[in-house]
């Protein structure tokens, strides 16, 4: 199994410009999370879908940031237009609801500065 | 908000055992005790999970007190690859939302 892939592994961009991040899910799983990491606020949970439908955004910081996930093995985070306070680690994880709790896959993260 | 306490910070020598601590005084019936860790500059491992019995694997074991108040996480021989911030986590199940809130965690420093 791949695991949870992310794209870009870096990104630099100016203020104002969009910027999109792609998450490919582990196959199978039915949960998306997309979290952001700074080292001001820690791990913070933005979004997560179940069954490609989002289901809690409460963590999205504002209306510059939007979310999609069009099938089950694709979601993507975009940020337009970007600021230099969004230069975070953007990390998509994954998971499977089953019985008896379940493991959330995380990737390796998209580390992204906004100059 | 996190629903844990953990120290900031501990050592630990190298091929000694690793206990790391957790406070959860406020944990639910239904919300089990996971734990993962995030080495520098990667994305959070999943390390082990449970709900009321005390849980081990090949990378750790999970002692939960009887009354699920705390837990403590046991690395048998920690080495120098365990230097990582560890976080516990309460979790809800998924009819509730199941949301991994992360806070901010237990920075482990193995020396040799």
């Known amino acids: 199994d791949a695991g949870v892939i992310q794209s870009p592994r870096h990104e630099v961009t100016e203020m104002g410009q969009e910027v999109t991040l792609r998450c490919k899910p582990i196959s199978g799983h039915d949960y998306l999370f997309w979290y952001r990491q700074t080292m001001m606020r820690g791990l913070e949970l933005l979004i997560y879908f179940n069954n490609n439908v989002p289901i809690d955004d409460s963590g999205m910081p504002e209306d510059r940031f939007s979310a999609k996930m069009p099938n089950a093995s694709f979601s993507t985070l975009k940020i337009q237009p970007s600021e230099p306070r969004d230069s975070a680690v953007y990390f998509c994880?994954?998971?499977?609801?089953?019985?008896?709790?379940?493991?959330?896959?995380f990737g390796e993260g998209s580390w992204l500065t906004v100059v | 908000d996190a629903k844990t306490t953990q120290p900031p910070s501990m050592d630990c020598a190298e091929g000694r055992a690793a206990n790391l601590p957790c406070n959860h005084s406020?944990?639910?019936?239904?919300?089990?005790v996971y734990w993962y860790r995030q080495i520098h500059s990667q994305g959070p491992q999943y390390i082990i999970h449970g709900l009321k019995n005390n849980e081990t694997n090949e990378m750790a074991s999970l002692i939960i007190t009887e009354d699920r108040k705390s837990s403590t996480l046991i690395l048998p021989h920690a080495t120098l690859r365990d230097t990582a911030v560890y976080y516990c986590?309460?979790?809800?199940?998924?009819?509730?939302?199941?949301?991994?809130?992360f806070g901010q965690g237990t920075e482990l420093s193995v020396k040799p």
């Open positions: 994880a994954s998971s499977r609801q089953g019985a008896t709790g379940n493991t959330i896959y």
């Open positions: 986590i309460v979790r809800p199940p998924y009819n509730q939302g199941g949301k991994l809130i």
């Open positions: 406020t944990i639910s019936g239904n919300e089990y």
